[in-house]
């Protein structure tokens, strides 16, 4: 859990958290944020913490496979030790 919501990790950083059913954020770079955002806007957002743009805010209902999977193989790699990338 991340402050009582579902999250994944990756060698102890958090990837992306579910905080409702129908939405995922997932932490990426700002620059992959905003390209997210202006491909898709109907299914993506920016989620800022603070003063910080800290992840893309995804409605599950509105996004495919296909377009998911990118963005969290990005979270992933970001995050990811260089022993496991």
């Known amino acids: 859990p991340h ?3 579902p999250s994944w990790r990756v060698g102890g950083k958090i990837i992306a958290t579910l905080p ?3 939405h995922l954020q997932v932490m990426l770079e700002p620059e992959r944020i905003r390209e997210a955002v202006a491909v898709a806007p ?3 957002e920016e989620k800022w ?3 910080t743009l800290s992840a893309c805010r995804i409605r599950l209902s509105r996004i495919d496979e296909d377009a998911l999977a990118p963005l969290l193989e990005d979270a992933w790699r970001r995050r990811a030790p260089a022993r496991l990338l």
Do not use: L
Request: hydrophobic letters at 15%; glycine letters at 16%.
């Open 20 to 22: 409702d059913e129908d």
């Open 3 to 5: 402050h009582g919501f």
């Open 42 to 44: 109907e299914c993506c």
């Open 49 to 51: 913490w603070g003063s």
